[in-house]
């Protein structure tokens, strides 16, 4: 589950544009947030995602939707390592 007891999950965004001003919004929106380089198993669109912990998610997309700004996919990262796409 990442460095954390806490489960993460991993917002992909079309552009680096996007996840800035995710991060942005985020932020304002009270979700705290950190900026990571895209797991290079997830895409390669890319090179910046949005990590936060799993418990924020449905604030965080409630916060991106009235920005309004959609990741392109959610990701859980599980115990093993790898990662389970997220419908929302």
Request: with cysteine.
């Amino acid at each position: 589950m990442g460095r954390s007891e806490c489960p993460e999950v991993v917002l992909i965004f079309r552009g680096t544009h996007q996840v800035l001003s995710a991060e942005k919004a985020l932020k304002r929106g009270g979700v705290g947030v950190r900026l990571i380089p895209v797991p290079r198993r997830l895409t390669s669109d890319c090179g910046l995602a949005v990590r936060l912990p799993e418990p924020t998610l449905a604030l965080a997309l409630e916060t991106l939707r009235a920005v309004p700004l959609t990741p392109a996919s959610v990701h859980r990262l599980l115990a093993t390592g790898e990662y389970e796409e997220v419908l929302f």
